[in-house]
């Protein structure tokens, strides 16, 4: 069946530090979304890609999907304690979720 | 405040009981979802609605049942056929398929 498989698992990082994740699925999605969980809270929308090679940025944060879309990508750049949570992608169309890479910033 | 509500936060079933799941929306959205989160998990679809009166199973439904009766209410129901269902539950919603989904609170159930 249709996968999105989402690596890594978990990221440590220094704040200040930057962090990718990578969401990569068996089939050509129609578009992407994704969403950010806090812990013990609920994901909530981050933004949706729906171009082929579109990139978006909001603030620290950029979002890419691939030419062939198939893949995409979140970066976080200069990680604050405020981005601590779990990032989802998610291919809304097909209704298959990546399993999640979690954020932590180290002490 | 339109939204999503869920309730109750925490509930506590006893085994070889059937317990039912509120989900209420007011944001006038035709689509909504049941996922089951587990403690380090992703989401997984447990059934889906597009329409009033019309749903479809996800990928794990066994065990649970739904009704889509109003448009703004779709509760789920996690019956004794269920063999593990502590798990944290969230409903969802969206305006249409490519839309994005607007979160409940989410409720945790524990089976005691």
């Known amino acids: 069946g249709q996968q999105v498989m989402q690596i890594p698992q978990y990221q440590h990082v220094q704040e200040g530090e930057d962090f990718t994740t990578y969401c990569n699925s068996s089939?050509?999605?129609?578009?992407i979304q994704w969403y950010k969980q806090r812990p013990g809270g609920h994901p909530v929308f981050l933004i949706q890609?729906?171009?082929s090679g579109e990139v978006k940025k909001q603030k620290r944060l950029t979002f890419q999907f691939g030419e062939a879309k198939k893949n995409s990508s979140l970066h976080i750049t200069a990680t604050q304690t405020t981005d601590v949570g779990t990032y989802f992608c998610?291919?809304?169309?097909?209704?298959?979720w990546g399993a999640g890479t979690k954020l932590i910033i180290k002490p | 405040d339109g939204g999503i509500t869920q309730s109750p936060k925490y509930l506590f079933r006893k085994e070889g009981q059937n317990v039912t799941l509120s989900c209420e929306q007011n944001l006038n959205h035709d689509a909504m979802y049941w996922y089951r989160q587990d403690p380090g998990q992703g989401l997984r679809l447990i059934y889906y609605s597009q329409i009033v009166n019309d749903f479809q199973k996800g990928d794990i439904a066994e065990g649970y049942s739904v009704s889509r009766e109003k448009k703004e209410s779709f509760p789920l129901t996690v019956t004794s056929a269920q063999k593990n269902p502590t798990a944290f539950y969230l409903c969802a919603s969206s305006a249409g398929y490519r839309t994005e989904a607007f979160f409940g609170q989410g409720t945790r159930l524990t089976v005691v």
């Open positions: 890609l729906v171009k």
């Open positions: 089939t050509t999605l129609s578009n």
């Open positions: 998610y291919g809304n169309y097909q209704l298959i």
